[in-house]
């Protein structure tokens, strides 16, 4: 069934057993919702941009999706056993090749370049690919921004990198934002989380500072603006609360979390850190230090434009596209919800060896069952029909130890109100893929 090459962007790679990309997926290399003028995507992109000078950030927004294991994995540090390497997580091209599951696999190739063009840092945004789960805040493409700033330690003491990087930071605008909790920027005894090999801890800690000061810069702008989108002027000049939370990225140490208060929740906006030094050294840039960020562009937008659904940015529809100019901040305007419609599947896992962890594994004809591989049927056959697709029950029976799972798919369109017809007609494919493909008995 599987084609024996697959052409994307122009280039033809050989397929192998480890290729899962399905064709649905093709169409959107080449969407570029990240420089489509207008575009809420664009937009928020050009905003944050706009903190960051391009006399010492280059921008990079054209690097093909398609890189090596080595670039997106091995060279950031991602250990063999780490799950993001798993087919059901990550796209595979072929054995060798995937489509990026972030930006961050062009750090070690910019690192090397970057010098060239006479910068310290830069910025990248791209589209990038991951197996997940549907909802309506995931989608199996969204675009990711990642920044990143050197400081070189040539002939330098550290007290003058020190010095260095903390003038640079004075001259920094202070950003409108309440820390309202902070992680120690270096964990005491007992963490792990601990300074590279070969930078002092006041390097590094300056560094991190130096971090921080410029995301917290890029926050209070971003919902300032989004303040601004919703018509209210006081709350745009208000304080963005905001909280850093110690992470873990195995490219960064120390690394961060950069979760803002939005409407009485703590969400989630980015994840940072402290450039890992062996890193550095791979590309050519032994005596630098430096930071890196990565945000993705959709969850700020959504934010800042109060947009409720991630389908939305993929729509052509005019109620959608129409209601976005750039460099104007005006929320959202909810267009008419067509009716939702539920349908429930439920079948049966192979011979148990056991329930494995909630909605994760259990055994399909000798092969584990992995939601994603489930997702990924679904939107095959519903595509932007379906909204969310919910875990509704699961159990093992006592006798047999068979796992039955039962999944609520809703099928709703951002356009339409859907036939009961064609509802029926999408559910009874689901269903017949899911036996013929996954091998699960339908129950
Ligand atoms: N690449 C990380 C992610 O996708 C984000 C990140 C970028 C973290 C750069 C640290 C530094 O989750």
Known sequence: ELPNTLTLANITHNTDSHTNIPRTLLPYLTRNLHLTKNHPISNTRLIIESLFPPSTYARYNTLPPVVTVAQNFDCLGFPQDHVGRSRSDTYYVNKYTVLRTHTSAH??????????????????????????????????????????????????????????????????????????????????????????????????????????????????????????????????????????????????????????????????????????????????????????????????????????????????????????????????????????????????????????????SGVVGGEEFHENDFMELVRGIGGDLVEDVKLIDQFTHPKTGRKSMCYRINYRSLERTLTNEEVDELQAKVRSQLEEKMGVQLR
Request: hydrophobic share 40%.
């Open 107 to 360: 750090q070690a190739e910019k690192f090397r370049t970057l010098e060239k063009e006479g910068r310290s840092g830069y910025l990248i945004s791209a589209d990038v690919y991951r197996r997940d789960a549907i909802d309506r805040s995931h989608y199996p493409v969204f675009h990711q921004m990642e920044g990143a700033k050197l400081f070189d330690r040539r002939g330098r003491s550290s007290a003058e990198v020190v010095d260095e990087v903390l003038k640079d930071l004075e001259g920094m605008e202070q950003p409108n934002v309440e820390v309202v909790e902070s992680c120690p920027l270096f964990e005491e005894e007992g963490n792990p989380v601990q300074t590279e090999k070969g930078h002092s801890r006041e390097e590094a800690e300056a560094v991190g500072k130096h971090l921080q000061r410029q995301l917290e810069l890029m926050v209070s702008k971003v919902f300032s603006e989004a303040a601004l989108a919703a018509g209210d002027a006081a709350a745009a000049k208000e304080k963005v609360k905001v909280r850093w939370v110690s992470a873990y990225f195995p490219f960064t140490s120390p690394s961060y979390e950069l979760e803002v208060l939005w409407n009485g929740e703590w969400l989630e906006v980015l994840g940072c850190g402290v450039i890992r030094q062996d890193l550095l050294d791979y590309a050519g840039r032994k005596e630098s230090i430096g930071w890196a960020f990565g945000l993705g562009l959709e969850r700020i937008a959504m934010l800042m434009y109060g947009i409720p659904d991630i389908r939305l940015f993929w729509s052509g529809d005019e109620r959608f596209t129409n209601q976005f100019k750039e460099g104007v901040a005006k929320r959202f305007e909810a267009f008419s919800k067509y009716p939702q419609c539920f349908k429930d599947v439920a079948f049966w896992l192979g011979e148990g060896r056991g329930a494995g962890a909630a909605g994760g």
